[in-house]
């Protein structure tokens, strides 16, 4: 799991630790130090660590004229133990969502295994981006965890399923993927 970093050919383009309205602001990575872990694996230093044990995020692109933020996720999504949608609403998408952000795409193809509690943060979430028209896209998680999403009806909060669970994103750039994503859910709706 140390081999998996984050996704960084963007990182000209954005950066979590420069953006002022980015909850990782102002931090400072090691290339060479692993200090964060999933259980006993150790991962990739430049992962963001916001409360959980067990997951782990990188904002990998963030436009407040367009609202959009693309978060990448690492390693067991664990409501049932350790809340993780609380931590991950309340300590990443509350402070973007601040500050302007309503459309997050998240990609999940580190996500391991998924373990549901209640629903009441994805709702609170929901709420807090479809009252100014956004959206939360999980995008390229694997099937036995959208299977999870669906069994716990988080398809009422969260956009998944067809082409969103096999979608090439590294191809685009940011704005490219925002825009496909968009239209793929413009067609949904339409």
């Known amino acids: 799991m140390q081999e ?19 909850p990782f602001y102002g931090r400072e990575y090691s290339e060479f130090e692993f ?9 990739h230093p430049q992962w963001d660590e ?6 782990y995020v990188k904002i990998l692109y963030a ?17 049932a133990i350790h809340n993780d949608i609380m931590f991950l609403k309340r300590e990443v998408a509350e402070p973007l969502n601040l500050a302007g952000i309503n459309k997050f795409i998240l990609i999940g193809e580190n996500i391991m295994n998924f373990h549901s509690s209640d629903d009441s943060y994805y709702e609170e979430w929901y709420q807090d ?7 939360i896209v999980a995008l390229n998680f694997h099937p036995h ?6 069994q716990h009806n988080l398809d009422y909060y969260l956009v998944f399923g067809g082409e969103l669970d096999q979608f090439n994103w590294r191809k685009f750039n940011p704005l490219q993927l925002y825009s496909e994503v968009q239209k793929i859910i413009s067609h949904r709706l339409g």
Request: charge should be negative; aromatic fraction near 18%.
């Open 4 to 22: 998996l970093e984050p996704f960084y050919r963007w990182r000209d383009i954005y950066q979590s630790e420069n953006d002022s309205n980015s």
């Open 35 to 43: 200090t964060n872990q999933v259980y006993n694996y150790l991962i």
């Open 50 to 55: 916001f409360g959980s044990p067990t997951l």
């Open 63 to 79: 436009d407040y004229l367009k609202q959009v933020a693309i978060l990448e996720l690492i390693g067991e999504w664990n409501d």
């Open 129 to 135: 981006v479809e009252a100014e028209d956004g959206w």
């Open 145 to 150: 965890v959208l299977e999870e999403f669906k």
